[in-house]
T-cell receptor, first 112, second 113 residues
């Protein structure tokens, strides 16, 4: 069975500081991995995805993530956070049939 | 023109009533999904469909049903609403590139009193 763990429920970061969100997954084969962002009252927007190739993937809004098979991790990073990055972030894993399993989410608060 | 339209966006109902949440997509994608979002649980798969007349149960399907009579629509029905079904419901479709990710609607918030 596939599953995702996001160890941090809530992270507070200062504007301009770096951000790293952790994601650990359990999956039997090579996974398809995703990070989504959700602003209050909105749907989920895809930030980036990994399914093969270069293990460091670039996404929208200046985010990147690194796939580490040995650690079963897919951590999300951003070098310099903007106030507009305050949102909830979800990591997801699945095969290529769209049946994704999501983590519980990490809420990011950005302080001025 | 929104690619996925969910309606209603907000609904309050009473325990025991039947409720249907609509999901309409404009991309004619075969793959459509319903998830519910609850604090501390992230999103959990309720039902999904890979094409017309195809429906499948997800991990939290009890008390829910779907039907797929055309490509564009996947309505979600709560046969007899329960307070435990108070949640935010998201409809999603697959992508044309077939790279495994989902594209989500804006959600329907359901409150069962």
């Amino acid at each position: 069975a596939q599953s995702v763990t996001q160890p941090d429920i809530h992270i507070t970061v200062s504007e301009g500081a770096s951000l790293e969100l952790r994601c650990n997954y359990s999956y039997g084969a090579t996974p398809y991995l995703f990070w989504y962002v959700q602003s209050p009252g909105q749907g989920l927007q895809l930030l980036l995805k990994y399914f093969s190739g270069d293990t460091l993937v670039q996404g929208i809004k200046g985010f990147e993530a690194e796939f580490k098979r040995s650690q079963s991790s897919f951590n999300l990073r951003k070098p310099s956070v903007h106030w507009s990055d305050a949102a909830e972030y979800f990591c997801a894993v699945g095969p290529n049939d769209y049946k994704l399993s999501f983590g519980a989410g990490t809420t990011v608060t950005v302080r001025a | 023109d929104a690619e996925i339209t969910q309606s209603p966006r907000h609904k309050i109902t009473e325990t025991g009533r039947q409720v249907t949440l609509a999901c309409h997509q404009t991309w004619n994608h075969n793959n459509m999904f319903w998830y519910r979002q609850d604090l501390g649980h992230g999103l959990r798969l309720i039902h999904y469909s890979y094409g017309v007349q195809d429906t499948n149960k997800g991990e939290v399907s009890d008390g829910y049903s779907v039907s797929r009579s055309n490509t564009e629509d996947l309505p979600l029905t709560l046969e007899s609403a329960a307070s435990s079904q108070t949640s935010v419901y998201f409809c999603a479709r697959g992508t044309l590139e077939n790279t495994g990710e989902l594209f989500f609607g804006e959600g329907s918030r359901l409150t069962v009193l």
